[in-house]
């Protein structure tokens, strides 16, 4: 109990919280009534507990939770405040920076550097300045000439944090101030859902924007001598281990002792990862208690007093912290060791929660936006399992085993960190906790052997190679058993996304099971624990669903039938490099589809095939893999039209297909896909249809659910276009069983050819009517899509146009009645 109350630090650490959590609620008034209310209820609380436990000055700390929680909604909103340059250019412009240079990193071909207090030039047309705020539908409806008449203008702005590429191997030192010049750009913001968002992930780091540098100059050779001594050090191990150690442990001890990933093998990384042990390639708190402690141990029987003991190991722990560039896990347990090692010394209790809370607000307090990272969560999350749950499972069942004691510490991290897991990452290594055990206990040895044979290395070589004994050896014990784990059967359980409430209803069955651990309670309480398996619950989905994803400059459609069949159509992009791996998968899997039925093929140019290719590339023969979900997605049936028109790109997806197990399947006019309510009529090519274009014989399908009506053109062409246009008319001037059962209007379009002016004439749609008009194309390509004339032609019919670049994923949900379009960016 400190000042007359329990752990204050983890009331002060709720109050921010809270401030953060309503970052949303933009009515000042608002806030300020929930901080006077609280401040009253603060006075009268700790006026009213004063009388019965002690002095009022005992809970003057209350006072500090309105100031917190305050402060907690302002750091959020400011952090979340788009940077003040966002309004100057849309993608990317030239520019100059001048800032003083805060980190280093080596990445293969590329220097990265971080620069701070940045003031910033950009060079920016005059007409680039007054276009600003308008949709691209208005800025692709101005004349043409108007856009070429432009002046150059500067203007100078300020940011914080910038990383600058640069393929230079000039020597730069920490706290020189470096003039660049160079394009700068703006971070992405993730367009579908289970895209990573890079836009958040830097923001949250603080980091504004990035800079393909041109030219890098030093200003100013003044720099921090401390600082670059540390990242000397760092360089140097790094070096060692390249030379004591075989390429791939070296880039393994890199990553778990200094947290440089630049050669790490990606293999082996997703080979880990793959298992749930990846983990152990971030610096953790492990490394920073091991380095610490063994510090604190070697001075005191050095015979130095406890004082300059700890004041010697909290430097060097905190200068381990910077040579690692503080890493949230690196964060954290540096301010708990700090924490542990003062408490030592002034003769007070450790407490793990009031630690916990203490470098949680620490961290949250410099960017409230970890909130949204994974290890952020992963990490405090692990501790409050340690200092929860841990406990109360020792105590229920009192085991004094070093092996079951393992298991009761393993299943209580898994416990609190399962729903975290599983909502960032949508699958779960089922044989993690078993791995975890086998692979932990070594990990000590690991990095006390390589912290060691770093030090030796860097003063003698052949010193650092003996000291690295056995390490190479216990490495490839761990990729051993991580082979074996990833040929187990079942190894990995898709879950998908879970719900917030679902996660929410989680956790208070935790903290319930908390709360009733006391007397007879204890025991019975344990039942509820085999309630937390509502967070795989996954609800049957009633309705069709169909979502048009951002797939940059291309397309692909994913179509999920109440039934439960899953069709894909097309998928592929040109101006985004490996769109299967982080485009198509990730929505895949954030949905916990691990199978696709059929994946419909419209024509087999690259911006409508090189994703799937990737998907396919990836899978295992069919054939012969069991119906377990294997980390990969499964295609079952690949459905291309049928045409005469067959080129290589065509006759290898076949091939390609074939390889893998999968069943091919051609369509052409007339072909029928029915799946109970769900009708896909195939509507071109016709038998024998003769062309020299891909465009041309592109699948158009009439998709049918109730009332609902889609149509999907893919690429189609004028002359596709008019034999289409001709089979509908036929279906509003005649009735006959002879005619294909198809909408004579429809819901929704997608828009053919991604918006060119050469496609869906105004003909076609005074047939079509449709009410929604999607475009998938890519941001500022150079096809000018979508097209000025396209859009006005589509205004003209009253449509409702959304285009990928501006909504991200479109998705469209009906019960065959009703429909509700929501785009993935408001």
Known sequence: MLLGIKRPLVWLFLAYMSGVGLYKVKTGVAIIIVCIVMILVVLWGSFFWSKRKGKLIHFAFLLGLPFLFGLGYLRMNQQLSPASMDSAFSVKINGTISGHLDMIE????????????NSITLEQSSQELLSQGQSSQEQLSQDKSSQEQSEYDSKSYFS???????????????????????????????????????????????IEYKVNAKKIEVLDENYSWFHHLLYRIKKKFVEVYQEILPKKDAGLMSAMILGDMALLDDD????????????????????????????????????????????????????????????????????MLILFMIAGVI????????????????????????????????SFGAMLGIALIYPILTSIIPIKNIFLDGLWLSISI?????????????????????????????????????????????????????????????????????????ELPGKTFLTGRPSVLIVITYYSIILLFIAL???????????????????????????????????????????????????????????????????????LKVNGIWELDYAIVTHTDADHVNGLK???????????????????????????????????????????????????????????????????????????????????YSTVLSVSYGQFDLLLTGDLEADGEELVMKELQKNVIQKSEE??????????????????????????????????????????????HPHADLLKRLEKVGSDIRITTECGAINIKTDGEEMIVENFLN
């Open 347 to 378: 003769g007070r209790t450790y407490d793990l929660l009031s630690a916990t809370s203490l470098s949680a607000l620490i961290i949250l307090i410099q960017s409230p936006m970890q909130i949204y990272n994974a290890g952020f969560l992963l």
């Open 739 to 784: 005619l294909l059962k198809v909408a004579t209007d429809y819901d929704v379009l997608k828009v053919a050819h991604h918006g060119s002016k050469y496609s869906t004439f105004e003909e076609f749609l005074n047939i079509v009517k449709p009410e929604f008009a999607v475009i998938s194309c890519g941001k500022e390509n150079s096809y000018g």
């Open 517 to 587: 651990n006391n007397g007879i309670k204890r025991k019975l309480s344990v039942i509820l624990l085999s309630f937390l398996i509502i967070i795989l619950v996954k609800f049957k989905n009633i309705d069709f669903i169909v979502t048009f994803l951002d797939m940059g400059q291309g397309d692909g459609i994913i179509m999920q039938t109440p039934a439960g069949t899953t069709f894909l159509i097309d998928g592929g992009s040109t101006d985004i490099k490996k769109v299967g791996q982080y485009r198509l998968e990730p929505f």
């Open 106 to 117: 080596e990445k293969g071909q590329y220097t990265i550097l971080t620069l701070k207090a």
């Open 414 to 486: 898994q416990c609190m960190t399962f729903p975290i897991i599983v909502y960032f990452f949508y699958e779960f290594p089922l044989y993690s906790v078993v791995i975890n055990m086998i692979i932990l206990p070594l990990s000590s040895i690991i990095v006390l052997m390589g912290i060691i044979a770093g030090i030796l290395g860097c003063l003698y070589l052949p010193a650092g190679i003996f000291a690295i004994g056995c390490v190479h050896y216990i490495l490839s014990f761990y990729e051993i058993v991580c082979r074996i784990g990833s």
């Open 160 to 206: 914080n944090k910038l990383t600058i590429y640069s393929t230079s191997k000039s020597t730069y030192k920490i706290g020189n101030i470096l003039f660049v010049s160079g394009q700068i750009v703006k971070f992405q913001k993730a367009s579908n859902p289970g895209q990573f968002n890079q836009y958040q992930y830097n923001k949250m780091n603080n």
């Open 614 to 696: 990737e998907l396919i590339e990836a899978m295992k023969d069919t054939s012969n893999s069991s119906n377990l979900y294997e980390g990969n997605i499964v295609i079952r049936h690949l459905i291309l039209p049928n045409t005469s028109f067959i080129d290589n790109s065509y006759t290898e997806l076949i091939t390609l297909a074939k390889s893998k197990g999968i069943e091919v399947l051609y369509i052409e006019k007339g072909d029928v896909i029915q799946d109970s309510a769900v009708t896909i009529t195939c509507l071109h090519p016709s038998h024998g249809y003769d062309t020299t274009s891909k465009n041309a």
């Open 268 to 335: 082996i990384k997703e080979l880990y990862q793959q298992n749930g042990i990846s983990h152990i390639l971030a610096i953790s708190g492990l490394n920073v208690s091991l380095l610490g402690i063994s510090l604190f141990q070697l001075l005191r029987k050095a015979r130095i007093s406890i004082l300059p003991s700890t004041i010697i190991s909290i430097f060097i722990i905190f200068s381990y912290g910077i040579l690692t560039n503080f890493s949230v896990s690196t964060n954290r347990a540096v301010v």
